[in-house]
C-alpha cells in the first residue's frame, strides 16, 4: 500500500502524488480511498484501496533503475522485421496493453518501438496520439526521480532514444 506523499504513477493518467487518505460512506460501506494529485494537471483522483492492484499504479522509480533504463535504450527495441509483421490496429492494441502495465520497462519499449517506426514512415493519427502521450507521462516520471525539470527531462530522454 502507499502512504501520503509517495510519488506514483498512474497508467495512462500520469505521475502525482497521494496526498490524501480518507474513509467515505459508498452505497452503505465505508471505504479508504486514495487522493492523488496529478502533476502537470488540476485533476485530482480518488482511487478506492480495492481497486489500486488493478489499476497497476506504482511508485515513481528510483534514480538508480531510471538511469539503468535510460543508459539501456536498446534494449527495448524490437527487431524491424518483428515491428512491421504487425500492423497498425495490432500494434495499438499491443502497446494499450503495455501502457495500462504501468511497467517503466513497458513505456520505454512503447516510445522505443514508435519512435522506430516513426524514423521509417510517419505514424498515424492514434500512434502519434500513444507516443506523445506515453513520453510525456515518461517525462514526468524522469522529472520526479531525477529532480530535473520538464524541459531536461525531455531532451534526456531524447537523447536516450537510439534505434
Given at each position: 500500500?502507499?502512504?501520503?506523499?509517495d510519488?506514483?504513477?498512474?497508467?495512462?493518467?500520469?505521475?502525482?502524488?497521494?496526498?490524501?487518505?480518507?474513509?467515505?460512506?459508498?452505497?452503505?460501506?465505508?471505504k479508504?480511498?486514495?487522493?492523488?494529485h496529478?502533476?502537470?494537471?488540476?485533476?485530482?483522483?480518488?482511487?478506492?484501496?480495492?481497486?489500486?492492484?488493478?489499476?497497476?499504479?506504482?511508485?515513481?522509480s528510483?534514480?538508480?533503475?531510471?538511469?539503468?533504463?535510460?543508459?539501456?535504450?536498446?534494449?527495448?527495441?524490437?527487431?524491424?522485421?518483428?515491428?512491421?509483421?504487425?500492423?497498425?490496429?495490432?500494434?495499438?492494441?499491443?502497446?494499450?496493453?503495455?501502457?495500462?502495465?504501468?511497467?517503466?520497462?513497458?513505456?520505454?519499449?512503447?516510445?522505443?518501438?514508435?519512435?522506430?517506426?516513426?524514423?521509417?514512415?510517419?505514424?498515424?493519427?492514434?500512434?502519434?496520439?500513444?507516443?506523445?502521450?506515453?513520453?510525456?507521462?515518461?517525462?514526468?516520471?524522469?522529472?520526479?526521480?531525477?529532480?530535473?525539470?520538464?524541459?531536461?527531462?525531455?531532451?534526456?530522454?531524447?537523447?536516450?532514444?537510439?534505434?
Amino acid at each position: 500500500m502507499f502512504n501520503i506523499g509517495d510519488k506514483i504513477v498512474y497508467p495512462s493518467q500520469g505521475v502525482g502524488i497521494i496526498d490524501f487518505i480518507e474513509t467515505k460512506e459508498f452505497k452503505g460501506e465505508m471505504k479508504k480511498y486514495y487522493r492523488i494529485h496529478l502533476f502537470n494537471n488540476t485533476m485530482k483522483l480518488m482511487l478506492p484501496f480495492s481497486r489500486v492492484e488493478q489499476s497497476n499504479i506504482r511508485l515513481v522509480s528510483d534514480i538508480k533503475t531510471m538511469d539503468y533504463n535510460l543508459d539501456n535504450m536498446d534494449k527495448f527495441i524490437t527487431k524491424g522485421d518483428d515491428l512491421m509483421n504487425h500492423n497498425f490496429k495490432e500494434r495499438l492494441v499491443i502497446n494499450s496493453t503495455k501502457i495500462k502495465s504501468g511497467l517503466l520497462s513497458d513505456y520505454f519499449e512503447v516510445i522505443c518501438n514508435l519512435s522506430q517506426i516513426d524514423s521509417k514512415h510517419p505514424l498515424n493519427t492514434s500512434e502519434k496520439q500513444m507516443l506523445t502521450s506515453t513520453k510525456k507521462i515518461l517525462i514526468e516520471e524522469i522529472c520526479q526521480s531525477k529532480s530535473l525539470s520538464n524541459e531536461e527531462a525531455s531532451n534526456l530522454l531524447e537523447l536516450s532514444i537510439v534505434f
